[in-house]
């Protein structure tokens, strides 16, 4: 049975229903070396996003992936609360993301042993929790990977083989995608288990294809108001080059930024049914197509088999 890890535990990953497959409800982006829990008041984190998260659950949203790796702000006891509190299905991760939001070991560890913590986590739960991760969350720069960004895509790739979790890497630059997929598949991972994350940031439609066509998925997140016109066409696009399978929508929304009264100023996660439903519809494609998107592409996307 395929199932989706939750911060609650594992469901039946029919039991997913519409997610938004890459928001955050909080981030510390004050350093890997200087952020710890002692830094937010997971109270006031709560209160101020539990709001956020209802409006979801009032317009038919049932999962929610949380993004955010370690050394930025994860935090899955206040995930946990925010599930029991609104309903939602929330997912977390394992993995790390990008300097100078890496531990020092990052540095000096080898792919095998950065693998080695991640998949600890799978088998004994996240910061001294029973929470187990729900993706591997990474990141990559742009241009030419670095020496550091490679270790950890080799990383992230092993861990997947091990876990059977998906990698979600922040990535929004093609050749970047490129080489990160053929350290994937040196390892031996299906790509069918890689998203390449922030696609819509990938402005070569040729690349885009071309990530397709290797059997990656592509996610186009960061919809808002100013964007929901692109994210339309990039929708359009995977259905007339036949790719809409390998297609992920979110809006990278939310960030409680911690060190900002009362978190600064929060983003919120409803842009997809206020502003690109009603353009999707306008061209003609209806809320089966999003469906097909945000219910029967997340649970393959996510599914732990």
Known sequence: MATIQTVLGAIPAEEMGFALVHE????????????????????????VMAPYLQELVDLGVRTFVDCTPAYIGRDVTVLQRLSRRT??????????????????????QSAEETAQEWITEWE????????????????????SLVPVQRTIVKAA??????????????????QAAMESLDIAEEIGLPLERYIVVHAQQIRDRQ??????????????????????????????EAFEEGFADQVLLSHDAGWYSVGEPKGGTVRPFATLFSDLMPLLEARGIGQDVIDKLCVANAARAFAIR
């Open 24 to 47: 955050h409800v909080m981030c510390d982006f004050i350093g890997a070396e200087a952020t710890t829990p002692d830094r937010w008041d997971a109270d006031e984190v709560v209160e």
């Open 87 to 108: 309903g939602l299905h929330i997912l977390s991760n394992t993995g790390w993301y990008k300097a100078p939001y890496l531990p020092r070991r990052a540095f000096e």
């Open 124 to 143: 004994q739960g996240i910061d001294g929790t029973d929470v187990r991760p729900g993706l591997i969350k990474i990141a990559v720069n742009p241009g």
């Open 157 to 174: 790739a092993l861990t997947s083989l091990a876990t059977g979790l998906t990698i979600a890497a922040h990535t929004g630059h093609g």
């Open 207 to 236: 690349e885009r294809l071309t990530l397709a066509e290797r059997g990656a998925w592509l996610e186009y997140d960061g919809i808002d108001v100013g964007t929901a016109a692109w994210h339309a066409d990039l929708v359009c």
